[in-house]
Structures are given as structure tokens and as C-alpha cells.
């Protein structure tokens, strides 16, 4: 992998932070995200040390290098990390710098995953990791089945038309609560039934005709 040097750096967080179109975020809304599974041996991925430029997936706006010049100082990009930089790359900016953000993403999954699987499948789906969905496929395809198992996935929150199915939220929390309704408002289904204690496994189905599916202190979702 190729190391970026202080100075790629600190350009690359000024220039992302000016040309991302997601660069309105704080460390306010970072800190409002739901947290990973609660007494799960693994490092919270929130806790962890954020990559030290802006996020992976924040795309500049303006103008990119074109791929012809998505060349390191030093060495040489694989075909792999080539695809990952098209279109990523801010004019005058290192190509390097940005890839060193989508390897800090991959890295953070491995650390994760090796420790826990359901706590790097909720980082992912939750973009407690970011940039993650875009760098696995390219720069660490190892970690395919933890986004494999994201992408089946869906965060706390409402959503819309979901699946019908079982499901078990990926939390130990004792706070989660979930709810199911039909198109009228009115209640299919909720949970738990009974006050779940710490470690127990908690899980949802979701009837068929369900128009929103809605869950509190449950972090992330996959199909059980």
C-alpha cells in the first residue's frame, strides 16, 4: 500500500472539506449516530480514531483528475486502487492521500471483523465506517462477505415498504424497541415482547403488507 506523507495530508482535508458535497457534517452529527452492539468485546468503530482526512465516500464536486494522471509521486497505483481513485481525485491534489482513506477504511473493517463480524456488519450499514462500501470491493476484497451481509441489512430508524421477514437487530442494547404498521397506521406488529436482558438476541418480524417498519436503540438490522 502506498503511505501518503503530512503534508498530502493536510491538503487533502482542506480541499475535501471544500469540494465534498456531504461537507456540511460536524463532529456533532457523528456524535448523534447509534452506537454498536453495547457489550460487544470490540472497539466501538465511533470510538476508533477517524481517518485523518474527510471521508472516503465524499466525492469532490469539482473538477478531478482524470484517470491517465492518477499516478503516486513515488512507485506505482495496482489496477485495483486505480478504480478506486477515478473521479475521487481533486485537481492538485496527491492521489495517494486519497487512497490512504479508503485503505484507513478498510483497515478499520478487518480490525473490526476479526473481533466481531455483527459489529463491523452494523459499522458498515450504519457508515460508522465510512467510505467502507466503496473501498472493499477494490482495495481490501477480503472483507467481501462483511459486505456482502451489510447490504441485506438497513439501520435503526423508519423505513418504508420493507420486507417481509425475521430479522435480528445487530444490539445488545436493553433500550431497543421496534414497530410494524400497515398502510391505515394502524399497529401489525412491535417488540419485544418482554424487557430484553443484556446479551439476549433481539429480533423483529415483519408481516407481510407492512408500509413502515420503525425501531429505536437497535443500531442496524439483518435478516435472521
Known amino acids: 500500500m502506498y503511505r501518503r506523507s503530512a503534508a498530502a495530508a493536510v491538503l487533502l482535508t482542506a480541499a475535501l472539506t471544500l469540494t465534498a458535497c456531504s461537507s456540511g457534517g460536524g463532529d456533532s452529527d457523528a456524535q448523534a449516530k447509534p452506537k454498536p452492539p453495547a457489550s460487544s468485546a470490540v472497539p466501538d468503530p465511533a470510538d476508533a480514531p477517524a481517518p485523518s482526512a474527510a471521508a472516503p465516500d465524499a466525492k469532490p464536486s469539482g473538477p478531478v483528475l482524470p484517470d491517465a494522471k492518477l499516478t ?3 512507485g506505482s497505483f495496482t489496477a485495483e486502487e486505480k478504480k478506486y481513485l477515478s473521479g475521487r ?3 492538485k491534489m ?4 486519497v487512497l490512504q482513506t479508503g485503505q484507513e477504511a478498510c ?3 478487518a480490525r473490526t471483523a476479526k473481533r466481531d463480524k455483527d459489529a463491523a456488519t452494523g459499522a458498515v450499514i450504519t457508515g460508522e465506517i465510512a467510505g467502507a462500501k466503496d473501498a472493499i470491493p477494490l482495495l481490501c476484497p477480503d ?6 451481509a451489510a447490504e441485506k441489512g438497513f439501520p435503526e430508524g423508519p423505513r418504508t415498504s420493507p420486507a417481509a421477514g425475521n430479522y435480528r437487530a445487530l444490539t445488545q442494547a436493553t433500550t431497543c424497541t421496534w ?3 400497515g398502510k391505515d397506521g394502524s399497529v401489525l406488529a412491535s417488540g419485544p415482547e418482554t424487557p430484553p436482558k443484556a446479551g439476549d438476541k433481539i429480533t423483529a418480524t415483519v408481516p407481510a ?3 413502515e ?3 429505536s436503540g437497535c443500531y442496524a438490522w439483518i435478516p435472521a
Do not use: C, H, I, Y
Not at 496527491?94 to 492521500?97: C, G, T
Not at 472483507?143 to 456482502?148: H, Y
Open 94 to 97: 496527491d492521489p495517494a492521500a
Open 179 to 181: 414497530e410494524a404498521k
Open 89 to 91: 481525485v481533486p485537481e
Open 72 to 74: 503516486p509521486k513515488t
Open 209 to 211: 403488507g407492512t408500509a
Open 107 to 109: 483497515q478499520r473493517v
Open 143 to 148: 472483507q467481501k462477505p462483511v459486505l456482502a
Open 213 to 215: 417498519f420503525n425501531s
